[in-house]
């Protein structure tokens, strides 16, 4: 197991990596990974295995001013080096993302499974959000889930349609809300038919609200935006839109 700090046409990554084996990084104290070279912020990857952020309810993790935090990237990994899953589990604090939230990435030629996990008050807040894009690279075979416990909650903050589930083809998603748990993303303003969460925009996407206390808070939301697209939402819980 080995973690670095790679440069990049002044761009920072911070990757966390495994050979061989899964393991387990777990974080009882903030974990800061927001330092900028030349005003360039860093991007937290997890490549393969798990992390596990618990640092209390006051902890603060945080990816920088243009930060990606990318769960599962087979687009960058290094050659020879197999496609493992990768686990992200938060189970306290707020999570701040400066870009993107990613959850399985690149193009993956056999199966892998990554995923995000929210439980607790935890809370992840970035300013754009995607599953399943293969990053130019082609088809997909990516499995990505999101699943949010108790009274965690994922918000996405950016105006246009920036909350893509499944978006490239090939790739599967399944987003489930226990709890008293909440997803929300507006966008940024009311707009009728834009700010939309696109479920399935080229992949299979599904939200489960399958709580009667979770709720899915948006300003609009799209099913299956491409032919290849197919989307579903099932509700237990509350749906709130506020766009047209």
Do not use: C
């Amino acid at each position: 197991v080995y973690w670095y700090i790679q440069s990049y046409n002044n761009d920072a990554y911070f990757t966390i990596r495994t050979i061989k084996s899964q393991f387990d990084a777990v974080f009882n104290q903030s974990l800061e990974v927001a330092y900028y070279i030349q005003s360039t912020a860093t991007s937290a990857t997890i490549q393969e295995g798990s992390l596990i952020l618990d640092g209390g309810n006051a902890a603060s993790y945080n990816v920088g001013r243009a930060g990606e935090f990318i769960i599962g990237n087979s687009y960058s990994r290094p050659s020879g080096v197999e496609v493992e899953s990768a686990v992200v589990s938060q189970r306290s604090g707020i999570l701040n993302i400066g870009a993107w939230l990613t959850v399985g990435r690149g193009s993956f030629s056999t199966a892998t499974t990554n995923s995000l996990l929210l439980s607790g008050n935890a809370v992840t807040h970035a300013l754009n959000f995607s599953t399943g894009f293969n990053a130019g690279q082609g088809l997909t075979s990516s499995s990505s889930t999101v699943t949010l416990n108790d009274s965690a909650r994922l918000i996405a903050v950016n105006q246009g349609n920036y909350f893509n589930i499944s978006e490239s083809a090939g790739s599967r998603t399944v987003i489930t809300l226990n709890g008293s748990s909440m997803l929300e993303y507006f966008g940024g303003s009311t707009t009728a038919g834009g700010n939309l969460i696109r479920v399935g925009m080229n992949g299979t996407g599904v939200i489960n609200v399958a709580s009667a206390n979770a709720v899915l808070r948006a300003n609009a939301i799209s099913f299956g935006e491409s032919d290849g697209g197919a989307g579903a939402l099932y509700l237990k819980g509350t749906l709130q839109l506020s766009g047209g």
